[in-house]
């Protein structure tokens, strides 16, 4: 079956750590060509994220980590660089395995329209406003104020439809979320959240922001972050992130389920989800539960009508 993961870091730990190698089955890398061929991902978002480590993100920092995008991972004879609907068609049609570029948090971008315009023509088509906490377009989450947008951040808002460049809000702020609900007239996704009915993290999606994501036809990248899967456990386990699927499923939100791992951006897994070579052990559980028609569409067939109806022709 194929397979697509809407959400992993993989970048940020290339950028960190330039002697990590993409190409080979390196420990320290929970995404890398191997795994990926292994387990069958078909299409990889790899998102840029400048983290903590960097105290003052500036531009130069996203465009360093675009040169490892394609110095590193489009570079591979077996990787595609997906920009539009014709590129994912010859994904499929083809042995490669699709990569597309995001963004997550746009801070770095300072405000700076132009940034965003240029992020475009270098192939960004997804992103996510901002990390946990307040930039200067929106609140995150976890910022204690909890407010919306900016003035700048909904004028970013408007560009970002104008374009075509896909918004996330996953790490987004109740409020914020909402004004986007308001303000936005595209699809939006949520490319690595999960249910709060079933886990009350404020990362997750409460049922009315899920309902609203359905209503937009958008998609929702269930993600692995055990501590987003299960607040009570410690050892989390595959079972407790198919409860994620039947809720967002009695809501009436099947076409809109998918997988955003968020790998290389977490320091625990769930068991049997160490890394991104193990999907199998995923599908044999969504197949047990599951009938075929739903299991594909979970694993790839909702993020491809998605990304059909909202890349670039």
Request: hydrophobic share 40%; net charge negative.
């Amino acid at each position: 079956m194929k397979i697509m993961d809407g959400h992993c870091d993989a970048l940020t730990k290339l950028y960190v750590n330039p002697k990590l190698d993409f190409e080979k089955e390196d420990q320290e890398l929970d995404v890398s060509y191997p795994r990926l061929k292994h387990a069958g991902v078909k299409v990889q978002c790899f998102a840029i994220y400048l983290s903590d480590s960097i105290q003052q993100p500036t531009f130069d920092h996203i465009l360093q980590m675009v040169d490892i995008f394609h110095r590193k991972i489009v570079s591979h004879s077996g990787i595609r660089f997906i920009q539009n609907v014709q590129d994912w068609h010859e994904v499929e049609a083809g042995d490669q395995i699709g990569a597309i570029l995001t963004l997550e948090g746009v801070d770095a971008l300072a405000g700076n329209l132009t940034h965003l315009r240029i992020l475009y023509h270098l192939g960004v088509r997804s992103i996510g406003l901002t990390w946990n906490y307040a930039n200067w377009a929106a609140d995150g989450v976890m910022e204690p104020r909890k407010g919306g947008f900016t003035r700048k951040g909904k004028l970013m808002l408007r560009e970002l439809e104008t374009m075509g460049i896909i918004a996330d809000v996953s790490h987004l702020s109740t409020a914020a979320f909402w004004e986007l609900v308001e303000g936005y007239n595209k699809p939006f996704i949520a490319s690595h959240s999960n249910a709060q009915k079933i886990c009350p993290h404020p990362r997750n999606l409460s049922d009315d922001q899920i309902k609203a994501i359905i209503q937009c036809q958008g998609q929702i990248g269930l993600t692995f972050v055990p501590y987003f899967v299960d607040s009570v456990n410690l050892a989390v386990s595959i079972p407790g992130l198919l409860k994620h699927i039947d809720h967002v499923c009695s809501l009436g939100g099947e076409r809109q389920i998918g997988f955003g791992s968020d790998f290389d951006g977490i320091e625990q897994w769930i068991k049997g989800l160490r890394h991104a070579g193990q999907y199998e052990n995923l599908i044999e559980a969504l197949c047990k539960n599951y009938n075929e028609t739903q299991v594909e569409a979970f694993l790839f067939g909702n993020w491809r009508n998605f990304m059909l109806t909202n890349l670039p022709k």
